[in-house]
């Protein structure tokens, strides 16, 4: 069992496989060249999949791939289908942009994925591009059906900002709601390589005009996710991610894993340490040793909403989010 100085135990990891991304959203990376990361600096397959052996063996229990955009690594299905085979029962995820995921759902489904995190930020056509700087919607949208067509759990997250797609919150919901999908609000989350003026919205700004036309109650946290959820009176749920509040820290159970095999204790911290050496060499008890050292360095919080008021310089297309 991994357990950090604060007492969490840590039972989820993320693995970022790629930091390749085919958007150019303005939260996230709206200027960075459409450039990527030399093939022979990042963690093979193999490589990953013999640190994530270490990492269930010593409890973890759930598993994320993200990117950038994951589905942008060739063979990814065959990636899952390694863990799988070696723990059938643990909860396997991916989050994607959806835009190849058409063409790759039953793939992944047959493969061992279980469930899926969607970025849908607009159902215009034309906000969409404006956000992910490319023509996107209709893609995201057939993505999405195929996966619910051959049987994957759909979520959807969604980033409120202010003058841009703030007046779709409604739809937004109404469109998961409609097919039995959970939906997440997400406040905006400052980082250094996000487009200057965008101006979230926060928890009682969304909450506000959800209430204009719906009543709920308040349903708290479930269990270690970071979602603040709220039920509708028809029993529908959707939930609202507050990176600034305590509670989202309070019960972290996560790490992150780079494709260039950066092991990070926390998604605003800029610091990790590599396990790229131990296992590229297969020193496994090396990178277990770095597995331990990073879960007990994990800090009680992030920097958000300080007195210093940092700004992330961590880049979200690395780590997922």
Known sequence: MLVDSYDRVV??????VTERCNFRCNYCMPEKPFSWVPKENLLTFEELFEFLRVAIDEGVKKIRITGGEPLLREDLDKFIKMIYD??????????????????????????????INVSIDSL?????????QKDVLQNVLDGVDEALKVGLKVKVNMVPMKGINSDEILDLLEYCKDRNMTI??????????????????????????????YSFEDEGFDGHSPSHYY???DGYEFGIIEPYEDDFCKKCNR?????????IPCLYFDEAMS????VKRGDIKGAALVLKEVVKNKPEKNRWGGEDDEVS???FYETGG
């Open 11 to 16: 039972d989820y990891i993320r693995v970022s």
């Open 86 to 115: 070696y723990k059938p029962d643990i909860d396997l995820a991916m989050t994607t942009n959806a835009f190849l995921l058409k063409g790759a759902a039953q793939k992944l489904k047959d493969a061992g994925l279980k469930r």
């Open 124 to 132: 215009k056509p034309e906000v969409a591009q404006k956000i992910a």
């Open 184 to 213: 997440r609000f997400i406040e905006y989350m400052e980082n250094k390589h996000a487009q200057e003026d965008i101006q979230g919205l926060k928890s009682p700004e969304l909450l506000s005009i959800i209430k204009e036309k």
């Open 231 to 233: 039920k509708l009176e």
């Open 255 to 263: 790490i992150r894993l780079t494709a260039e095999g950066h092991l």
């Open 275 to 278: 396990i790229a050496e131990f």
């Open 313 to 315: 310089t961590r880049a």
